[in-house]
Every structure is written in structure tokens, then in C-alpha cells.
């Protein structure tokens, strides 16, 4: 049996999804980065940080991006937008571009 879901049924399920594993991040800023909010887990690790001035958003690709993909199979374009549309939902980030990244992996603030 083949069941077909339309792509905002995919955006809904992936941001449920996000919701429910990372829609409770916190909010820091640091005095080292003064353009920067980083979006911490409860242990402090940073798995999304914001660059205000360009506006751009790294996720953490171990954390959060990869977990995304294997899980939903989905496409780097598919990912980016329900990236883009959960951080615009769930922590108010508007017209940001979502990007993976490592350079914070591990990393607490």
C-alpha cells in the first residue's frame, strides 16, 4: 500500500517532531560575540546559533540537521525550508537561512 502525504503534511510532522526534541532551547548571549544569540539544550550545548547581522542560522549538524535527514529522508532544499519555517514558528526567527554546521559541536556557553 502506498501512502502519499503532501509536502505541508511533511512540514508539519518534521516540525512536530522538532518541537517536541528541540523546541524548548534557551536563548544566551555571550560578551565574545556581541551579534550572536546561541540557542542552548538544558546541559548548555549550543545547537543553533543566530548571527544577527547576517542573519544567518547554524544548526548543529550532529544535534539536530543530520537527526533530520536520516529520519525523513529528505532533501538539502526540503530541510533548509522546514528548517527555516520551524525557526520562524517556534523562536520567532524571521526570513533566516538555516545552515548546517560542526564548529559549535560539544561546545557550552
Given at each position: ?7 505541508e503534511?511533511v512540514f ?16 544566551k ?9 546561541f ?11 543566530h548571527?544577527?547581522?547576517?542573519n ?12 533530520v535527514?536520516?529520519?525523513?529522508h ?36
Amino acid at each position: 500500500m502506498d501512502i502519499q502525504v503532501n509536502r505541508e503534511q511533511v512540514f508539519r510532522v518534521v516540525i512536530k517532531w522538532l518541537n517536541k526534541h528541540y523546541g524548548n532551547l534557551t536563548p544566551k548571549t555571550h560578551k565574545d560575540y556581541p551579534n550572536k544569540v546561541f540557542y542552548v539544550n538544558s546541559g548548555s550545548y549550543i545547537m543553533i546559533e543566530h548571527n544577527q547581522e547576517t542573519n544567518r542560522v547554524w544548526i548543529d549538524r550532529e544535534g539536530i540537521w543530520s537527526k533530520v535527514e536520516s529520519i525523513f529522508h529528505l532533501s538539502l532544499r526540503e530541510n533548509r525550508a522546514i528548517m527555516s519555517a520551524w525557526l520562524e514558528e517556534t523562536y520567532k526567527l524571521e526570513g533566516v537561512m538555516p545552515l548546517e554546521d560542526t564548529s559549535w559541536q560539544g561546545h557550552t556557553i
